[in-house]
């Protein structure tokens, strides 16, 4: 497992995610699906918000031997590495 933070450029090893119940429901509807197909790349699962756009977002992303080399080469750098990217 690897958790990175885009805007920070930083890897973190523990963090706490807060969901509401259709959240974590969405949550687990986007991992079964990149389970079933994991050269999806990516699953996002918004915040609940009840006026206006979306204000959060946690990107989900499935990585195995087969589909590690279509990431980007940050992304690659990341779990390969565990550690953010030089920039």
Known sequence: MR??????NKVFDSIDIFLT????KNMQAVL????KNPNDLDGVVDEEVEVGGFVKQVHLIVYTPEN???????SRYIVE???APQK
């Open 3 to 8: 958790i990175y933070n885009n805007e920070s």
């Open 21 to 24: 119940l259709n959240e974590a």
């Open 32 to 35: 079964n699906n990149l389970i």
């Open 68 to 74: 590690i080399n279509s990431f980007h080469k940050d």
């Open 81 to 83: 590495k565990d550690s």
